[in-house]
């Protein structure tokens, strides 16, 4: 697999001296190598926050060419991260080859090498990384047929501008495509089971007030909310080559039905929109690698089942990133795909070493321990092993304990909210998000950073320091920040953990601050209008 998993891992075996391989599957290379699995949405996400649809149609142009300006830009932009992550695998001496593969024979004992083919030409390597990825969850009564019924990764392929869209799904994805289509200005209706967004939302780990402004900043930019519902049928018009699918198109006709899941609201209705996008999960893809061959074992979800090295029931097989399971972010599958390889390197270093001295071991008992907190178990238990980033608009990051799982934890835990419209560069530039720290309430120490606002996927990682460097509530009011700055936003809420009362006021004063500059600015606007 060449994703950014594969990318990275076969660097890392490169540097360590060892003979690389990497097999790239994919038909869309040229784009998609080294691109992790949302490329598409994050590209597509840059792109729609600097492209003003409604302005180009104010000039005259039709949704096609917008739409073919937009996507050539997404492919730019896709195309450069390829080209620099092969750039790399060569200054590394790793080796790349086109192809699917699979294993081809059954696993060797102490001694040999693992045999795999792809296409039709035969490979041996002495160690294996599993890293193919995962593909989109397809529930079934689904019509989909990549042209007016998507996934999430036939989304990619979106041949022109919708100006409707229905997404069911609650999680991350959803979310993202949610805003971008809205940034395009299509009309959005996010179809989740719930009864409340906030409730679908929190499932996914969000403290509740992040949620809370998430879910205000959707309904604000004007997405529609179908609660309490699900999809029943689909009434798909027929697709016509002659007028193609960037022409005039009729409607896709939705019936929605209550989920069961509470709701008043939730009445069996038609829906009629341009496209549908289900977002509901991802399913490894372990199905096509042959791997009961060479004795690799899945769940019954198909996730490879390996141990604290990362490695699978075959010892000379290794498997990282969404192949092994969640929580499906690329930077914990780089993790786990550099210290597999070095588990790998290592073993195979440890062989040299027992043929040199003449004495036998088996391959496995290398098993390093540099893996132990990135198999799956241990990430899925772990708040502080890695740090969460959601491309939506305005981004959403955290990392550490939420003020609930501390005292869930026994923990005497406090939180301050600092707001982006209290610090300078928020009133300027972006006032709508905020940040908030938990802490020990006896010590001060910080515990989580819970940020949703513009670049909070970048500054959350100066929150991840502060909790594993145990610093205190004190450390950050005392410290020196450059002017004009997100993190600035860390000082404001350490003194709201400190002064609870006092923040409130802050809180709403600035509040009130931003409403009367709006109104002042609505007032300008009417002015130089009349």
Known sequence: GAGPVGVRAAMRGAERGAKVLLVDGSSTSAVSFGGPTGLFSKALRDTAKRVTVD??????????????????????????????????????GATVVQGSAA???????????????????????????????????????????SRRVFDSDSI????????????????????????????????????????????????????????????????????????????????VPRFSKRSGPTKKRLPLQITLEPSGKGGSDAKKK????????????RRPRTSDLNLDRVGVQCDEFGNVLVDASLRSTCPRVFAAGDVVGRPFLASTGVAQGLRAVDAAVDSLEQESAITTSGSESAPGDSAAAVGASFDPVSL??????????????????????????????????VEGIGLYREILRGVVFSPDGLLKLVADNATGTILGVHIVGDDACE???????????KRTL?????????????????????????????????????????????????????????
């Open 380 to 413: 899925a238990s772990d708040p502080f092993a890695f740090p969460v980033g959601i491309w939506t608009s305005p981004e959403v990051s955290w990392f550490g304990l939420s003020l609930a799982q501390a005292k869930a934890r026994g923990l005497d835990a």
């Open 156 to 235: 990619n392929g979106l041949a022109y501008l919708p100006r409707s869209v229905a997404i069911t799904g609650s999680g991350i994805v959803a979310m993202e495509y949610a805003k971008i289509f809205r940034k395009l200005g299509a009309e959005v209706r996010l179809i989740f089971r719930d009864s409340s967004p906030k409730k679908a939302l929190e499932k996914t780990g969000l403290d509740k007030d992040i949620t809370a402004a998430l879910v205000s900043d959707l309904r604000r930019s004007g997405v529609i909310f179908e609660k309490a519902s699900q999809t029943a049928a689909f009434d």
């Open 103 to 145: 294993f081809s024979s059954r696993a060797p004992r102490k001694k040999g090498d693992l045999e795999f083919r792809v296409d039709s030409k035969t490979y041996r390597a002495r160690y294996a990384l599993l890293c193919t990825g995962s593909g989109a969850f397809r529930p079934e009564g689904i019509p989909f047929d």
């Open 459 to 469: 500054i959350i990682h100066y929150g991840m320091e502060l909790v594993r460097a």
């Open 474 to 530: 004190a450390d950050v009011v005392e410290a020196t920040y450059s002017a004009v700055t997100y993190h600035e936003l860390y000082q404001v809420a350490a003194r709201a953990c400190l002064d609870q009362e006092g923040a409130r006021l802050r809180r709403r004063a600035a509040g009130a601050a931003f409403v009367a500059s709006q109104q002042d600015a609505k007032q300008v606007e009417k002015e130089w209008a009349g």
């Open 270 to 281: 038609i829906i009629k929109v341009d496209a549908y996008l289900a977002a509901v999960g």
């Open 55 to 92: 302005a180009y149609r104010s000039l005259g142009m039709d949704d096609e060419s917008i739409w073919t300006q937009v996507r050539n830009e997404c492919e730019r932009l896709a195309s450069t991260n390829a080209q620099a992550r092969r750039r790399e695998l060569a200054t590394a």
